[in-house]
């Protein structure tokens, strides 16, 4: 598949995954993340495999880094044809605790960052009639989360957003969709839990709301990118049921 996309979030944990996964289908992939030196490990993995991979900083929450970010993926590959949101950030504590600025802090990355992004490259894909627009949300934007109540707004917004861009967009041939994993193994889910927390959720089977496993992810990214769902906007995928 000879296509450029952008993968917010892509130095580590999800993010990282799915840009190893997408170069190997022959993606070119540019790696966006606020840790340029993670996102530069994650880029010069891709072209040790063979494949085409750029890194690129950027503070998914700045208009202006954002805006350069799109002109730098510009400037190197000529296009891009499909964006990934997948920078977010969680942290845990109760509401009656939780600093303002700590609640502005995760709205800025995961809400206002997937609305920058996308608002810049469907300014890019609109004049071509095409493009494919992905964001990462979760189940806790419908369930709900006790001491996380900043992610899960977050994350409910995100879902909304989604729904309300494929709107805007569908005259223009894209597609909007959103993905909520599940918990997955990463630094930011073991964060969230305590190790035994974390090593009960290990020994739950998948199909009974056990961890995704990362190929889920990436398959299901690779699908919505696919041809098989080119008229496919609108939607939230779940991978594990939210609870």
């Known amino acids: 598949m000879d296509k450029v996309i952008i993968i917010t979030g892509g130095a580590g944990g999800i993010g990282s ?14 790696v966006a993340d606020y840790a340029k030196d993670a996102a530069e490990k994650t880029a010069a993995e ?54 303002e600025e700590e609640w502005d802090r995760v709205l800025r990355i995961n809400l206002k960052g997937t609305f920058l992004c996308s608002q810049a490259a469907a300014k890019h894909m609109i004049p071509k009639k ?31 957003f989604t729904k309300s861009l494929a709107v805007e967009l569908a005259p223009y041939d894209i597609t909007v969709n959103a993905i909520c994993p599940g918990a997955t193994d990463t630094p930011m889910s073991r964060a969230g839990s305590t190790a035994e927390e974390f090593k ?3 020994e739950i089977p998948p199909l009974l709301d056990g961890l995704t496993k990362k190929e889920e992810i990436v398959g299901l990214t690779r699908y919505l990118l696919s041809d098989a769902t080119k008229y496919v906007t609108g939607q939230t995928f779940f991978l594990r049921t939210p609870k």
């Open 130 to 160: 095409q493009g494919r627009i992905l964001s990462i949300a979760s189940g806790r934007g419908v369930a709900g989360q006790a001491r996380a109540s900043h992610y899960a707004a977050s994350k409910a917004g995100i879902i909304a």
């Open 17 to 30: 995954d799915i840009c190893r996964g997408l170069a190997a289908d022959g993606l070119k992939v540019v």
């Open 46 to 99: 891709i072209r040790n495999a063979k494949g085409d991979a750029t890194a690129v900083e950027v503070d998914v929450g700045n208009k202006q880094s954002v805006i350069a970010m799109m002109a730098q993926a510009l400037a190197k590959y000529g296009r891009v044809d499909f964006l990934l949101n997948g920078a977010g950030v969680m942290t845990r504590m109760p509401v009656v605790d939780m600093p």
């Open 200 to 202: 009960k959720r290990e």
